[in-house]
């Protein structure tokens, strides 16, 4: 899907994502499957439950352009105009 939204070769996706590990940790979903149910309470899009919950587990926000999910008040939803703005 990231690769279809970029006009990057298979070649420079591979080296962007083997680039990416080395900045981006990965959450084993057993260490946040118990902010499910609570997420699924709160997203305004099920399939952002994983996002939410997650977020509730680091105690952090997400970062979406997508405005429905700021129509909830648990976490905080960063655009990247909002992010852009404290740049």
Known sequence: MILGKTSRTN?????????????????????????????????????????FALALKLRCGIWSNDKKLKTQNKIKIYSTEDLLKNI
């Open 11 to 51: 070649e420079e996706f591979i080296q962007i994502m083997h680039a990416l590990k080395d900045v981006i940790a990965i959450i084993p979903k057993e260490e946040y499957s118990k902010f499910m149910k609570e997420a699924e309470k709160i997203t305004p899009d099920k399939k952002d439950v994983l996002y």
